[in-house]
């Protein structure tokens, strides 16, 4: 297995993206002569903060891609003015995202768009064999299954940078190792059940979890081959955001602001409504259930308002394995980058010279029903991932343009998965049309709501 040096940063105008490219300066500095570069950066708007990034990397990438095509002018002339016309290639549009995620010259994909917009540009990068750094949920959201079966076909390695799965990745080092020595080669071929194009388990195969004590072996997910020895149960920790604490009625009458104030992590607009209204945990639960190969209800979430303690494994004989650090994106980033090594990263270190606060406390899912959705399309899986990710992407902005309240949100979600009819197996076309269909039925649910 070996780290893949030159990177791709999609996003690299966001949250994920500014973090990234402070990793890869530190790898640099760290290891000067391992070869870590940005082979390429991705914006869609904020093109001046994009050229700067672009200028500040050592080498400066090979390519800029703007994804929107609006903005290719102003590109040009910035890179221009930076003197950047020499080295640095403009590729514009969102085909451009894709090129720059296949390209020969890239090992890795960091996801780092936000939404579906990420998708196509995320899967290609998998069905390229890339190794991809997943920020981007939103792709396993609409598309799991489509996802895990290219990443089997091509050997991709989808390492997690979402922390909390990362963390789960973390904690599941020595059941993967397990799995390897125990299980023949030939059944370690992940979630599709298509045949594994290496003899040796890819980390992206992640075999699924282990059936309760009783079971008898019998699988109820995946086959036998998949199954991670001992492991009995997922547990997600949710910082439980602003409104932890906060009635109904206070977060029926939330303003944009307070949403947006979130205690512990710094990150895009989007991820914190959805830190907000729990929906970001729901999409974590689908995200978790497409990666580890995991059932939902073998998915647990526990509020942990410090974000320290960013997952928990629980295994077959009681044991908890959790992995802790400060909430600080930067690990989980360079993880998904350096795996399976470990290097000196920029995020801080735990303080030890405090009193630490870690509480663990149950979901109130009266006041965040968003979390239940997530339960429910993990359970069900086909299209309600699709459905209820384009009602969230389009709930999302009209609550911050004042058009519906902060409880709408989750009520959007729901009644937009109630109008559709399921289906279990649809294939990428047809997630792509209800994704237009989820994001007009919620616009239409939308008008008949009063903010008054
Ligand atoms: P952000 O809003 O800060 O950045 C989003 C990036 O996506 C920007 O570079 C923007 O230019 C690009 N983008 C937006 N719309 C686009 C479009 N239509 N086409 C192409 N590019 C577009 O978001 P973020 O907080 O960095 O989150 C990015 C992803 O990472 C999300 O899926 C989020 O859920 C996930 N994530 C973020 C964090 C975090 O700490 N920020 C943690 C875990 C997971
Ligand atoms: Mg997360």
Redesign the pocket.
Known sequence: MTDGRRVAI??????????TLDVIANLQKYAPDAGWCVASV?????IDQ?IESAQKASPVPQTIVV??EQNARCASDLIAKAELAERCRLDVG?EA?VRAAISPDVDTVV?????R??LE?TLEAVRAGKRVGL?????LVIAGPVVTAAAEKSGSELLP???EHSAIYQCLAEARENAAVKTPPSSLSGVSGQSSVSQQPSVNSLPGINSQPGFNGQCEFGSPGHKLPGVRRLILTASGGPFLNASFDEMEAATPAEALNHPT????????I?SATMM?KS?EIIEAKWLFDVPADRIEVVVHPQSIIHSLVEFEDGSVIAQLSPPD?RL?IQYALTYPHRLPCPAPPLERTQRWDMSLIPVDHERFPALQLGFEVARVGGTAGVVLNGANETAVPLFLSGKIRFTDIARLCKQTLDDHHHESAPSLDRLLELDTWSRRRAAELAETISVA
């Open positions: 999609l996003g690299a105008t966001g949250s994920i993206g500014a973090a991705s914006g869609h708007r904020r994009l994804s929107d969102p995202l996801a780092g768009i936000v939404g917009a990420g540009s920020a981007n949920k939103e792709t940078i979402d922390s992590w710094d990150m895009g607009q989007k991820i914190t959805d970001n999409l994106m989980p």
